[in-house]
């Protein structure tokens, strides 16, 4: 789509995407603080009234263009400019996520700031200048009025019940998936690793198995983990970074027990592929202990049970 140059544009072309950029800003401003609402809501009201400044930018702005070039206002928007970052709607993600959104903002803030620098450069009626001055200083300070608001509504309290929120959010998106990833890759790839290690007694094989076994079973956990919810409900985030992380890590728990048989010497590469599993098997039991608030006698017991006796199914499937 063909683009205007910024230099090309005249006074009330740069004063009517003024008016677009403010009102823009406003908007995504409404739509942080209703995103943030259910999980931040004290940081909800921050940009609730950051959402009112940007009101009063436009209002200003629009009181400007009438008095110098009447009521209508030209349609003319940030992407039929050259030179303006294309913006990814992360404002409709949800849940959304506190630091994301504050770097978005920042961008945002730093963005309209240039635009006002580049328009005094061609701007020449001064009470216009003017305006546009303040409004680049006041971008220019968004960042101490960001900070002044965060320090009005982000009590002690409030911060408290934003980290529990945090937390809870990098449970149900991350830890979760990722752990369930890591069990299912590190137990059910046992028995054919094994069973194929004990049948052939040759370490290449062995690999190939773990290999087709692991990155097979990463990629089906992540399909059934992607379409199980779409998160809307459950809160669990995007159905396609909760797969990846599921399936990144049933691969890589099952990867971690077949890379010993790399090794050539088999008995060897027997033993380093039961210590890795030992390792896993501690980390799976760590992790829901920390993380599940699991009892760690309780959590070791279930692990090394379950993953002992899919071992065995392997060695005695192998050994037959």
């Avoid at 209002?59 to 030209?74: A, E, N, T, W, Y």
């Avoid at 194929?196 to 692991?214: E, I, M, Q, R």
Wanted: a neutral charge; aromatic letters at 8%.
């Amino acid at each position: 789509m063909a683009k205007k140059s910024f230099k090309d544009l005249t006074e009330r072309e740069i004063l009517a995407l003024a008016i677009q950029l403010e009102e823009e800003d406003s908007r995504v401003y409404a739509e942080f603080a209703e995103g943030l609402r259910e999980n931040y809501s004290a940081t909800a009201k921050v940009f609730e009234e950051m959402q009112a400044e940007e009101s009063r930018h436009r209002q200003s702005l629009i009181d400007q263009h009438r008095k110098r070039f009447g009521d209508h206002i030209p349609l003319i928007r940030r992407q039929d400019v050259k030179g303006f970052v294309e913006r990814r709607p992360i404002w409709l993600v949800r849940p959304l996520g506190i630091k994301t959104v504050r770097r978005q903002v920042e961008i945002m803030e730093m963005e309209t700031r240039r635009f006002y620098q580049r328009a005094l450069q061609t701007i020449t009626d001064a009470s216009t200048r003017k305006l546009l001055g303040d409004l680049e200083e006041i971008e220019r300070q968004h960042s101490d009025f960001a900070s002044t608001l965060e320090e009005k509504h982000l009590t002690r309290t409030a911060r408290d019940e934003e980290e529990r929120s945090r937390r809870q959010l990098m449970m149900l998106q991350i830890v979760q998936p990722g752990l369930a990833g890591l069990m299912d890759g590190s137990v059910s790839t046992l028995a054919p690793i094994f069973a194929a290690a004990f049948a052939t007694h040759k370490t290449w094989d062995a690999f190939l198995v773990g290999l087709a076994a692991s990155l097979g079973a990463g990629i089906s956990m992540a399909f059934a983990e992607a379409l199980s919810d779409d998160g809307s409900l459950t809160g669990r985030g995007q159905p396609v970074y909760r797969g990846l992380v599921t399936g990144v890590m049933t691969a890589a728990g099952g990867l971690g027990h077949t890379l010993p048989f790399l090794i050539s010497n088999f008995h060897v590469a027997l033993i380093a592929a039961i210590v890795v599993v030992a390792i896993e098997l501690a980390i799976i039991s760590y992790v829901r202990h920390r993380y599940m608030d699991t009892p760690i006698f309780s959590s070791t017991l279930q692990v090394v049970v379950g993953g002992a006796l899919v071992f065995a199914v392997g060695i005695i499937i192998g050994s037959s």
